[in-house]
């Protein structure tokens, strides 16, 4: 349980995750982003997966480039 509080609140620190992470994963569901499907949520919309993916990999390959 520390590990995964750890991790959330790293996830957080970098603006990567909500700190509240199930409210706002149940909102997203109220809104139709993402489809809760048993313990897990999977988004709706294919174009918006694609496209949250392809930002979260530039951002990934322009921290590599900088070495931050």
């Not at 991790?7 to 957080?12: A, P, Q």
Request: proline share 3%; net charge positive.
């Amino acid at each position: 349980i520390l590990q995964r509080c750890l991790l959330r609140f790293c996830l957080w620190e970098e603006g990567q995750l909500p700190l509240r992470l199930i409210p706002w994963l149940n909102t997203m569901h109220q809104r139709k982003v993402f489809q809760r499907v048993g313990g897990s949520y999977h988004f709706l919309h294919k174009q918006l997966r694609d496209y949250l993916a392809k930002q979260q990999s530039t951002r990934f390959d322009q921290k590599e480039k900088t070495g931050s």
